[in-house]
């Protein structure tokens, strides 16, 4: 009986130490959150540009008919264009969602 009630205390005290390390962390997210939001932002706008500008950037090399290698500059000139472009605009959406 003694060991069951012992466990018990135990698990107890674990929960209590887990709640205030989560507390500690949700603390500090809040003091950094908003410089936080704003990377996630631009990192994620940056990913989906890339993604868009590549499918985007093949389809014009091959409906202008780019010749040879200049296919992948093409491509690739497209692809960092527009993951600039979008990680800008969800970078400064992020900031602005960050200021209410």
């Not at 500090?28 to 990913?47: F, H, P």
């Not at 993604?51 to 992948?72: D, W």
């Not at 527009?82 to 969800?90: H, N, P, R, V, Y």
């Amino acid at each position: 009986m003694m060991r069951k009630a012992k466990s018990i205390v135990q698990k107890k005290k674990e929960k209590n130490i887990k709640a205030e390390a989560r507390e500690a962390t949700t603390a500090k997210m809040a003091k950094d959150s908003c410089l936080t939001r704003i990377v996630a932002g631009a990192a994620i706008g940056g990913a989906v540009g890339g993604a868009v500008g590549a499918v985007y950037g093949t389809y014009e090399a091959i409906r202008f008919k780019v010749p040879g290698l200049m296919k992948i500059r093409y491509i690739g000139q497209t692809t960092m264009g527009s993951a600039a472009i979008f990680g800008l605009f969800l970078g400064a959406g992020s900031l602005i969602h960050c200021g209410k």
